[in-house]
């Protein structure tokens, strides 16, 4: 999985492609945004008249765009998750501990705000294949790293972290504060003894 750019195209197992053109790019881009927001609000059946509404946009040209429903929640999957694997990058270069507490937490944004996505593609396409290694990729090197510095427990795996991390992030919450005890106490879990 490559990061997704402004002007690079998406990856080819998501079946859509990025326009070249300056004026459909824009219109793409903005399909992207309107429909992360739409499936945020209404999960994966958000009316897709309103997606190409918010877009600034036709419901023709979202279908130029997306042949589907499905191709673009996979679309806007793949572009969330390049997000969260760029996330991994920008905290590299901070100490250990620090470095995975804040890839952990921008990992909990990202599911708690996909659950729509997430519901929806619970399917072995190549797409969340894909993605899956992406998000084990990224945050692979951030854990590697703290259990040398002997912060993080050995017997843990990325992929632990991330089961762990999706099932905190997963649960209704009374507030922001129960949110944060709760992730608080499952990155505890994580710390070595």
């Not at 519901?119 to 072995?124: D, G, H, I, Y």
């Not at 797409?127 to 703290?146: E, K, Q, T, W």
């Not at 009374?174 to 944060?180: K, L, P, S, V």
Request: charged share 25%; glycine share 8%.
């Amino acid at each position: 999985m490559s990061i997704q750019t402004e002007d690079a195209p998406l990856p080819a197992w998501t079946g859509v492609q990025r326009p070249q053109r300056a004026d459909a790019r824009r219109n793409f881009d903005a399909l992207l945004s309107a429909g992360r927001d739409a499936f945020a609000e209404h999960g994966p059946g958000a009316s897709l008249e309103d997606i190409a509404r918010r877009a600034g946009v036709g419901i023709g040209t979202l279908y130029r765009n997306f042949p589907t429903r499905d191709a673009l929640i996979e679309a806007v999957y793949v572009a969330e998750v390049e997000k969260l694997v760029a996330a991994a990058d920008d905290v590299a270069g901070l100490e250990p501990w620090s470095a995975i507490e804040q890839w952990v937490q921008h990992f909990i944004g990202f599911i708690g705000t996909k659950k729509a996505l997430i519901t929806s593609l619970n399917r072995e396409t190549d797409a969340l294949i894909s993605c899956r290694g992406a998000m084990y990729n990224a945050g692979a090197p951030l854990l590697v790293r703290a259990q040398d510095a002997g912060i993080v427990r050995d017997d843990v795996s990325i992929e632990d972290v991330i089961r762990l991390i999706s099932g905190v992030a997963g649960v209704a919450y009374a507030d922001e504060a129960q949110r944060a005890r709760v992730t608080g106490l499952a990155l505890d879990g994580l710390r070595t003894r």
